[in-house]
């Protein structure tokens, strides 16, 4: 009986053709004709029966192919699209995008340079990149200032995400540890990084509010930063005058 018969089914094969459809199926990788004959009375015809067993497979959801260099049972190709599997990754931040996350949540809209000064340290393009593709912040116009930098602000995707309704519904600082978006730091707190006072953090001005808080201490930050070169320019100076009498 021919395996291309119409009426032919799995539990009609021969011996042979069941034995050959097992081995491939069973394989974790592609069985040479060698592997396969090795299973099999010595003069067994096995590139006969693989090419029976392929013609058999051929119109079905599985085919017998050859590839890389042995058989083996591989999906129809025609069937490929309908059997991709989209699936949802789930990836923990990093303590730059946190804080960053943090900061932009509370001081809205708020630039880099201003982000940079509350957290203290610089950050790399990327963690913006990082967010940005998480679409919890996007770029809102530019500052009326030297330069014109961008502004950042949060966006609906981050509500959803931490469950609030609006900005105003913000947790204070230690909901926000509970909660996973911040953690502790070794040093100097996120909450002295802000420059507030944890316990007040519920009640978050309207953002109004929240970019004049961040370009009040913008500018406290530049002043202090002045004064300190003023006086290191004022002690070399003396410096100077010592050297000199």
Do not use: C
């Not at 990149?129 to 602000?153: C, Q, S």
């Amino acid at each position: 009986m021919s395996l291309t018969d119409s009426d032919t089914t799995p539990s009609q094969l021969s011996d042979e053709l069941r034995l050959i459809e097992a081995l491939l199926f069973a394989a974790p990788a592609p069985l040479d004709e060698k592997s396969l004959a090795e299973r099999f009375p010595e003069g067994t015809d096995i590139a006969a029966l693989l090419a029976e067993l392929r013609a058999f497979y051929a119109p079905r959801g599985v085919n017998i192919v050859h590839v890389a260099g042995g058989w083996s049972v591989r999906t129809a190709p025609d069937l490929a699209p309908r059997l991709k599997l989209t699936q949802k990754v789930g990836r923990k931040l990093s303590r730059a995008a946190t804080e960053t996350l943090a900061v932009i949540a509370y001081h809205q809209p708020v630039t880099r340079a201003e982000i940079e000064e509350i957290r203290g340290v610089v950050i790399s393009r990327g963690t913006l990149d990082t967010l940005m593709e998480a679409g919890w912040i996007v770029p809102k116009g530019r500052k009326e200032t030297v330069g014109r930098p961008v502004t950042w602000v949060t966006t609906e995707a981050f509500l959803l995400h931490f469950g609030l309704a609006s900005l105003g519904d913000l947790p204070g600082i230690e909901e926000l540890r509970a909660a996973g978006l911040i953690g502790p730091r070794p040093s100097a707190t996120l909450t002295d990084n802000l420059a507030v006072v944890a316990g007040r953090l519920p009640d978050t001005p309207a953002v109004e509010d929240q970019a004049e808080t961040a370009s009040e201490l913008a500018e406290e930050m530049a002043e202090a930063e002045a004064q300190e070169m003023a006086e290191l320019e004022a002690e070399a100076a003396v410096a100077d005058d010592s050297d000199g009498g």
